[in-house]
């Protein structure tokens, strides 16, 4: 079965370093998304992203995030001067369509980032 | 905003039928009902949606209420690995927004 693919599946950086955290969505998918779960709490939307660029983004996604598809198959999210508070697990998913009834997400297994 | 409301845990012996309930009394006419779990460290997996009519897959049945105000998922035979949280979620537009979920313990 396709599957969402994301690397790393752990990483531990220092507060105010850069991270890229990479996704492959699945290969016939067309639209693209990152969420992230904070320990203990609930799944929230960062952004959507269709097209080569952001379809919608949440209050999180500030500054200093950014989204990118760089080639024909990866999708990454980076987070320019990471804080304490972006500690969390980030999942990237993926859908084949946005029709109302027909958006079904695939999620990857997620990166978990741990700011020091 | 497009709310749901769940119990917060639920508890299920193994092998047994479990019945998880779904409030959305917001839900205006072209909201799909979309059900997601997430199992332990994993992210979320979607389980199955519909708009009117009851619906089954290889994992779950749907039953919506008549008026659509209520839906619930249905695992016919609970194991130990349906042990999840599982979102319900009322789908007005784009992204998809999860609320906390069911926590679903299932007993051995």
């Known amino acids: 079965e396709p599957e969402v693919t994301q690397t790393p599946s752990h990483q531990v950086t220092q507060m105010g370093q850069e991270v890229i955290l990479r996704c492959v969505p699945i290969s016939n998918h067309l639209y693209f998304y990152w969420y992230r779960q904070i320990l203990g709490q609930k799944v929230e939307f960062l952004v959507s992203?269709?097209?080569?660029?952001?379809?919608?983004k949440s209050e999180i996604f500030d500054d200093q995030f950014s989204v990118e598809r760089p080639d024909g198959s990866n999708f990454t999210l980076k987070i320019r001067s990471t804080k304490l508070e972006d500690s969390a697990m980030y999942f990237c998913a993926s859908s084949a369509s946005l029709v109302s009834g027909a958006n079904v997400l695939t999620f990857g297994a997620g990166s978990r980032l741990t700011v020091l | 905003d497009a709310k749901t409301t769940q119990p917060n845990s639920m508890e299920s012996n193994e092998e047994e039928p479990v019945h998880l309930p779904c409030n959305h009394s917001t839900i205006s006419g072209t909201d799909y009902i979309h059900w997601y779990r997430q199992l332990p460290s994993q992210g979320p997996e979607y389980v199955i949606h519909?708009?009117?009519s009851n619906v089954n897959n290889r994992m779950a049945s749907l039953a919506i209420a008549e008026d659509r105000k209520s839906s619930t998922l249905i695992l016919h035979r609970a194991t130990l690995r349906d042990a999840a949280v599982y979102y319900c979620i009322q789908e007005r537009n784009t992204p998809l927004v999860f609320g906390k979920g069911t926590r679903l313990s299932v007993i051995a």
């Open positions: 519909g708009l009117t």
């Open positions: 992203f269709y097209n080569n660029e952001i379809s919608e």
